[in-house]
Structures are given as structure tokens and as C-alpha cells.
């Protein structure tokens, strides 16, 4: 149990974390997406071993 009131300073700043936690979590989640569409794909190929190649 609270002794104090919150501020209403606290509650604005609540909700702009919510909003950014939510945002940053959707953000995550088209990415995450859209990767698992890429690599699931039909012409998928992991690209090949570069590496002894010069250019």
C-alpha cells in the first residue's frame, strides 16, 4: 500500500514507455517476420563462401 500519491509526472512518463516498449516490440516482430518469409521462400539459396575468392 502506497503512502504517497504518484505524481502525475510518473503516469505521463508510464505511458510514454508503454508506448515505446510497444513500438520497439512491433519493430522486432516485422523483422523477425520478415526474415522467417525470406528464408522460407522457394529461391532461398545461402549465399556462397567468399572468403578464397579475390576480386
Known amino acids: 500500500m502506497s503512502l504517497r500519491k504518484e505524481h502525475e509526472l510518473h503516469g505521463r512518463r508510464k505511458g510514454r514507455n508503454i508506448g515505446v516498449g ?8 516485422l523483422v ?11 529461391g532461398f539459396q ?4 567468399l572468403a578464397g575468392e579475390t576480386g
Open 22 to 29: 510497444l513500438l520497439l516490440a512491433s519493430f522486432v516482430v
Open 32 to 42: 523477425l517476420a520478415l526474415t522467417m518469409v525470406k528464408v522460407t521462400s522457394n
Open 46 to 49: 545461402f549465399p556462397t563462401n
